[in-house]
């Protein structure tokens, strides 16, 4: 018989008590975490009971009490099965993995494995590390670059404030890398000591799926009732004459030295932030893209503003032009060709490195996940159903591996809800509406919500509201840069449907924008906000005047 006790060891929400509950248990003698949860209400009728142990209330939220029949028949098919050495496998240590394994054992119960390649700064068949792409080769280093090419920028603009530098200024390319890797193994570390804490084991090496239930690594099989594929994703590099000779994102974050001539290949947000970093560490920048614009995913006029600040910083856009071949000198530099849609020619020599940035796929190659069955798309996705499930039982995904959103907090959204869907027995799914992306670039790109045009196509009838801005930091200095705000609004019902920004630090403004369209902010609310003064982000509180209007999605004037 299993006493209220029982269940509240069982169902403790402290992490530290709840993996001593696991690690203790006799088989048989307490109930897996998720069946406890699963009939707590139905056994007890009894509402959700409080944790001794903190200060958190409820030990689990009355929603993950109230059950449908689905939730709780997919509580019961990933309850502890003592014939399988997991309840879940994670294959692959980036944010996504790591999260729903660090949750699934430490707020569930569940016994998790992970595996992850061994540590390198360069992802290869054969090394990869804990903190996945956005740790170790992304998010993290990018933006370790950005701060330091920034610097130039402030040494320029402080005289306007009255400093006076004298002498060369002098960078030392070698210190910052270093510092960087230094810090950049460090986060990885941390990573580990999560899943210990959280009671989860690691196994280092290239894993496998020999079968719906099991997991190879290092010539030994683990089986799971469960298994994730949180593999994110690779770049992927055009095949052109002279590709060898060339370099993807993972390199240029963890280049020997520092750039005097670079050539990047792509219009996306790792070309642009990219080009920025290494125009502000004084390189000359020459990027070439297949459009007529850069960062095709982003509102075409804000799209268009950053060119032009591009432009003005000094980095060569050559529109409309794709890489057809690249050679390597004698003396080491490289000379690149290029053409576009009318046979015109472009070559570039005395080239440094050259960076693809032309696009990334899904890292399932080699999984083994073909021979089980699943289903991919036509870009080596899996494909999987609103809760991360795919065509094959056992099987789960989450993350870039996934073409969803390819963006780090998605995948810790996704990894989070599909713990709690699978264990914890909530009716929950990731929710992609209103997802914030922003580009480092300099000035950064940032955005939330629909751009205009589509807006006009899902809406009809949209007012737009625009406004370009100087930063009041810049007016005792030489930089001319502009920043750009755009909201778009749903007329009939007033609802921010979008908010595009240019301009330095943007993304701290946007972030707690996004927040508020999350909570379904109107344009009349967001006018009857106060703003804080002088600030930039104000500037998105005193927009008035409507710039374009749409009806029944023709543009109209007034």
């Given at each position: 018989?299993h006493t ?7 169902a ?5 008590f709840a993996r ?8 048989g003698?307490?109930?897996p975490?998720?069946?406890?949860r699963?009939s ?27 059950l449908?029949?689905?939730?709780s028949r997919?509580m019961?098919?990933a309850a ?18 790591v ?12 016994r ?11 992802q ?5 590390g ?7 080769r992304?998010?993290?280093p ?6 330091g090419g920034?610097?130039?920028n ?11 530098i ?25 990573y580990?000591?999560q ?6 084991h ?12 099991t997991?190879?690594?290092n ?27 060339t370099?993807?994102?993972?390199q240029?974050l ?7 001539k670079l ?5 996306g947000?790792?070309?642009a932030?990219?080009?920025?970093i ?5 390189a000359?920048?020459?990027?070439f893209?297949r459009g007529k ?8 006029e804000?799209?268009?503003h ?7 910083k ?9 890489p ?17 849609n ?6 570039v ?5 050259i960076?693809?940035a032309?696009?990334?796929?899904p ?15 036509e870009?080596?996705?899996v494909?999987?159903?609103d ?5 094959v ?13 390819p ?6 959204m ?6 709690q869907?699978l ?12 997802v914030?992306?922003v ?7 940032a ?6 045009d589509?807006?006009?196509e899902?809406?009809g009838d949209v007012?737009v509201f625009t406004?370009?801005?100087?930063a ?5 200095t030489d ?10 609004v749903?007329a ?18 946007l972030?707690?924008?996004?927040a508020?369209m999350?909570?379904g902010?109107t344009?009349?609310q ?18 008035r005047?409507?710039?374009r209007?749409?009806?029944?999605k023709?543009?109209?004037?007034d």
């Open positions: 018989m209220a006790s029982t269940f509240h060891s069982v403790c929400s402290c992490a530290r001593n509950v696991r690690l203790s248990q006799v088989a003698a307490v109930r975490l998720t069946s406890v699963a707590y209400g139905a056994v007890t009728g009894l509402s959700a009971p409080r944790c001794p142990h903190t200060k958190k209330g409820l030990l689990f939220p009355v929603s993950a009490v109230q449908s029949g689905a939730a997919a019961a098919s502890k099965d003592e014939k399988y050495d997991f309840d879940l496998f994670t294959i692959g240590g980036g944010t996504g993995g999260r729903a394994a660090r949750f699934a054992a430490s707020d569930y119960g569940a998790v494995a992970l595996c992850e390649l061994p540590f390198s700064l360069i290869t068949e054969t090394e990869g804990l903190g996945g792409t956005c740790i170790l992304g998010c993290v990018k933006k370790f670059l950005v701060y920034e610097y130039a402030d040494f320029k603009e402080c005289e306007g404030y009255g400093w006076h004298e002498g060369e200024i002098t960078h030392d390319w070698r210190k910052l890398a270093d510092r960087k890797a230094k810090q950049l193994r460090k986060l990885s570390d941390s580990k000591g899943l210990d804490k959280a009671g989860v690691y196994i280092e090496g290239r894993a496998t799926v020999k079968d719906e239930h997991v190879h690594i010539g030994k099989d683990y089986t799971a009732k469960n298994i994730l594929i949180a593999t994110g994703g690779r770049a992927v590099v055009p095949p052109i004459e002279g590709k060898e000779h370099i993807i994102s993972d240029i963890d280049l020997p030295k520092k750039p005097s050539v990047i290949v792509g219009g947000y790792i070309a932030e990219q080009a920025c290494y125009r502000n560490f004084g000359d920048v020459h990027m893209f614009h850069m960062l095709a995913g982003f509102d075409p804000a799209a268009k950053a060119e032009g600040q591009f432009k003005h000094g980095i060569n856009l050559n529109p409309d032009f794709s057809v071949k690249v050679v390597k000198e004698s003396d080491g530099k490289l000379t690149m060709t290029a053409k576009n009318d046979d015109k020619e472009v070559t020599d005395g080239i440094d490195y960076l693809m032309t696009g990334r796929k890292a399932t190659q080699g999984l083994g996940l073909d021979k089980i069955g699943v289903e991919l798309d870009k080596g996705g494909k999987v159903d809760f991360s499930h795919s065509n039982a056992s099987i789960w995904a989450i993350g870039d591996v996934t073409n969803r959103i963006l780090t907090p998605v995948a810790r996704e990894g989070t809800y599909f713990a869907h264990f914890g027995g909530l009716d929950i799914k990731p929710d992609y509406a209103n914030a992306s580009v480092f670039s300099s000035p950064q790109v955005q939330v919500g629909v751009n205009e589509k807006a006009v899902q809406y007012d406004s370009t801005f100087s009041l930091k810049d007016s005792l930089n001319e840069g502009k920043g750009f705000i755009k909201i778009v749903d009939k019902s007033d609802r921010v449907l979008g908010i595009h920004l240019v301009g330095p630090e943007v993304s701290e403004i972030q707690g924008f996004a508020a999350k909570a902010i344009k009349t967001l006018n009857e906000t106060v703003g804080i003064h002088p600030t930039s982000a104000e500037e998105l509180t005193t927009l005047s409507v710039t209007k749409y009806r029944n023709e543009q109209v004037k």
